[in-house]
């Protein structure tokens, strides 16, 4: 069984992002990036998975720059085996233009399992594992918290629902995308570092797969949103409530 | 135009979150539809049927539609909407929209566009991007456009009025690659975290799941829903459904309660939007002071039963 992991490069959960002054858009200049935390864990569900001898194999993709050669090698010193980066000019990708080009990988590797993160923590989307389910018309299963392989080679997802937690069964291939608690991604070794340096990245044009993936919407601006002032600092239980029930008026 | 808003229900009740969703549509278009899918429905229907903004209640009542798989929905979706001509569809940003609404938008060809808090006209919105820390204004270039709404920033609809119903049969009924095996619902009889006035949410300063009975009496007083940081719940002190944040719920009550939470911008993007904000928290450092409007600096320990005491 084979493993597609779909990972992106986004701006490092830890930086302070800042809108830039002509409101085209958030500064990725010398900033720091990283690996999609969600996608992180969906690198290290794969790797699991093929310790429990569930895969076999484990296909890291991105699609991005060329600097998108690093996210991939991050998941390959997790354990994956190979990458493909499929390079586009335009930064601003949008998921439907995504989920495209990796229906063309797909077609191509035909792996029995499609995972990814819920959503990317850049554009907040949570889209692109349902794009992808539905342009292949693979069964989905979202914001996974817990994976069971069955006897009959079907696949158990708890899933992460606002009322609680659901389980459903899909056969294969399928695509999971992964939610927080679904694991804790392991920090790669120096050796598996080192490894990683030799394993192949495939690298391919998205010019070349003749796909319609041009925007569909148009950014007019980004802006800071409204800020939220610091108030005041309350001396005690007492005046806590007197503020909340005579200030506020909310209790 | 014609909007359309897909109803999320528990095949009694009609969620709130919907109903946000309706007073989303009616700012876009002057006419709203609205369909509801499910097994056993009557109920739903019925108090679809006394929503104000909408002109007409469209719903199939079928087996094949009882567990809510988005496949199935989807398919039955887009083949209803093959003879209409909606220029919206609009679901609400819960886990519910957010699985199915990309569904619905690709069979359409269609570039969804995710979590909107605001409405400029028919084809342009602004959406939070990066966990709230920008916001981005975009213009839908799709002819057809399909939505996702951020239900605390559109007030819930009232629910006065009484408008026609039609009832629709669906053509496929075979249930393919996936099969619906369980649904471990969190009991509560608090309010829902989504639509509850006041919430009171612990961090990971409350130590253990057990403490979070400290903040059950207040709750019970205020009548609050209970939340709690990621980090609370990522060490099991209470159920996931409790996360609010960035990749939790968002929330935006008139009072949230924030304790024993230091504040990271995760957990400060799901709060923001509240009328008021208090907090706990011993270390007065705590960037979650910077957020609110109401900060006390003490032991929760001893605060909390002091705070239950003296609420009446």
Known sequence: MKALVCVKRVIDYNVKIRVKTDKSGVETDNVKMSMNPFDEIAVEEAVRLKENSVISEIVILSIGQDSSQETIRTGLAMGADRGILVKVDDTLLEPLGVGKIIKDICEKENPDMIIMGKQAIDDDCNQTGQIVATLMNYPQATFASELKKNDDGTLNVTREVDGGLETIKVKLPCVVTTDLRLNEPRYASLPNIMKAKQKKIEILDSKDLNLDISPRLEILEVTDPPERKAGVKVADVPNLIDKLKNEAKVI | ?312
């Not at chain 2, 278009?29 to 056993?40: D, F, M, P, Q, R």
């Not at chain 2, 369980?182 to 989504?194: G, K, V």
Request: hydrophobic share 40%.
């Open chain 2, 1 to 312: 135009m014609k909007s359309l808003v897909i109803i999320e229900h528990d095949g009694k009740n009609i969620k709130q979150t919907s109903l946000s969703t309706i007073t989303a549509a009616g700012k876009i278009s002057k006419e709203v539809e609205v369909i509801a899918l499910g097994n056993n429905i009557s109920e739903v229907v019925d108090k679809l049927k006394k929503t104000d903004i909408i002109s007409k209640v469209n719903y199939s009542d079928d087996e094949f539609l009882r567990f809510q798989i988005a496949e199935n929905l989807s398919e039955v979706i887009t083949s209803f909407l093959k003879e209409k001509n909606f220029s919206h569809i609009l679901l609400p940003s819960s886990t519910f929209g957010k699985n199915l609404g990309p569904k619905i938008a690709t069979t359409l060809d269609v570039q969804q566009i995710s979590d909107i808090i605001e409405i400029f006209d028919h084809e342009t919105f602004a959406r939070p991007i990066y966990a709230g820390n920008a916001i981005s204004k975009v213009k839908s270039k799709d002819s057809l456009k399909v939505i996702t709404v951020r239900p605390t920033c559109f007030e819930p609809c009232a629910q006065n009025s009484n408008v026609s119903d039609e009832k629709f049969e669906i053509s496929s009924n075979q249930t393919r690659n996936v099969e619906f095996v369980d649904y471990d619902q969190s009991e509560s009889d608090r309010p829902e975290l989504t639509a509850a006035k006041i919430v009171i949410s612990g961090g990971r300063g409350m130590q253990n799941g057990e403490n979070f009975k400290l903040l059950e009496g207040i709750a019970d007083k205020l009548g609050a829903a209970m939340g709690a940081s990621r980090a609370a719940v990522d060490a099991g002190f209470v159920p996931n459904d409790w996360q609010v944040g960035q990749t939790g719920k968002i929330v935006a009550p008139d009072l949230y309660i924030a304790v024993g939470i230091s504040g990271a911008i995760q957990h400060i993007a799901g709060i923001k939007d509240s009328k008021f904000i208090a907090c706990i928290n011993k270390d007065e450092e705590a960037p979650i002071f910077n957020f609110s409007d109401y900060g006390l600096v003490g032991d929760l320990f001893e605060v909390l039963p002091k705070l239950e005491n003296e609420l009446k």
